[in-house]
């Protein structure tokens, strides 16, 4: 099955750094790869997302890039802000085409802390 | 849209008791997920269902944990002896079938399982 290994564990940045967040996976039919940001005790929430036909995708201060040859993934925050310290996870999934079930295989988060 | 509802919140048990989460999709999302997220990984597939029907429950311990999702809306995770290390945030997620370029899932806000 598919194994999605994410790193760093632990990552702490100054307020107005950039973080990046990597991923690898196994699976090479793997074609879809969302990341959420978990705060302490709430639900997981989507921040970005890419398929597999897409090498970039940006959205304010967060982008994802993609490389399909090599199976990683990554995860850039620019300006980050205090509200940015979460846990962050990777995933990845087979959606062939909109007719699959999309089971997610998550990595094992990174704790991302900004400091002020 | 009305969210992803599960209870109860938090459950404390001791071990070789019994205990059921109770989860009530968003309306008219066919699939659905419950994920188990130990305290400090990501979230783990326990089971998944299309409508009533299971399509993948290969790392679902059949030995204690059942799942049912009757009529194709609500579902009910059971554990039945738990154990200490069945203490874990139980997640549950629902999904409508892709479309155009919205593949997103939506979590509920988990049922913390705390077994002593």
């Known amino acids: 099955g598919e194994n999605v290994e994410q790193h760093p564990s632990t990552l702490s940045v100054q307020e107005g750094d950039s973080a990046v967040i990597k991923c690898t996976y196994s699976d090479s039919a793997s074609n879809y790869f969302p990341w959420y940001k978990q705060e302490l005790g709430k639900r997981p929430q989507l921040i970005i997302d890419i398929r597999s036909n897409v090498g970039e995708k940006k959205d304010q201060r967060i982008a994802v890039t993609l490389n399909k040859t090599a199976k990683h993934f990554s995860l850039h925050i620019t300006e980050t802000q205090p509200e940015d310290s979460a846990v962050y996870f990777c995933?990845?999934?087979?959606?062939?085409?909109?007719?699959?079930?999309?089971?997610?295989?998550f990595g094992q988060g990174t704790i991302l802390t900004v400091h002020p | 849209e009305a969210g992803v509802a599960q209870s109860p919140r938090y459950k404390i048990i001791e071990k070789r008791q019994s205990v059921a989460f109770w989860c009530n999709p968003i309306s008219g999302h066919a699939t659905l997920y419950w994920y188990q997220q130990i305290l400090g990984q990501g979230p783990k597939l326990l089971i998944q269902f299309q409508n009533n029907g299971v399509v993948d429950d290969s790392q679902l311990p059949k030995d204690r944990f059942s799942a049912e999702r009757l009529k194709g809306v609500d579902s009910t995770l059971k554990i039945q002896p738990a154990k200490l290390e069945d203490s874990a945030v139980y997640l549950c997620?629902?999904?409508?079938?892709?479309?155009?370029?919205?593949?997103?899932?939506?979590f509920g806000s988990g049922t913390r399982l705390t077994v002593v």
């Open positions: 995933a990845a999934s087979k959606d062939a085409g909109g007719t699959s079930y999309g089971k997610l295989t």
């Open positions: 997620a629902s999904r409508r079938l892709p479309s155009g370029d919205s593949y997103g899932y939506t």
